[in-house]
């Protein structure tokens, strides 16, 4: 079973930036499409970002476009998320995602392994 596991999630000032890890130490990074899904209290999980395969191609909701950067280490197994300029609206649970597809996708059902989740809360 493909289970990635999320960290570096936490409480940071309006304004301010984080960078979630995503580990993939128990299967092959490169053979997956990977994402970041978020979901804040009472609201339904939507999509954040993606990356393909390679690396070479990305994907960004709207919300988060010019603020985010997704990235990925095959050789070392991580996906990252790098959030700058942290909105209070970006506060919820964070959840990185595998797909067997060769393109980034927005889509849920792409996904077939997701992680527990990591919280970010965005807080004066």
């Known amino acids: 079973q493909v289970q990635p596991v999320e960290s570096g999630g936490g409480l940071v000032l309006p304004g301010g930036f984080l960078r979630l890890s995503c580990t993939a130490s128990e299967f092959t990074l490169r053979n997956y499409a990977m994402g970041w899904f978020r979901q804040a209290p009472g609201k339904e999980r939507e999509f954040v970002a993606a990356?393909?395969?390679?690396?070479?191609?990305?994907y960004y909701a709207d919300s988060v476009k010019g603020r985010f950067t997704i990235s990925r280490d095959n050789a070392a197994k991580l996906v990252y998320l790098q959030m700058n300029n942290l909105k209070p609206e970006d506060t919820a649970v964070y959840y990185c995602?595998?797909?067997?597809?060769?393109?980034?996708?927005?889509?849920?059902?792409?996904?077939?392994?997701w992680g527990q989740g990591t919280q970010v809360t965005v807080s004066s």
């Open positions: 995602a595998a797909a067997r597809t060769t393109y980034s996708s927005q889509t849920e059902s792409d996904y077939d392994s």
């Open positions: 990356v393909s395969r390679t690396g070479f191609t990305t």
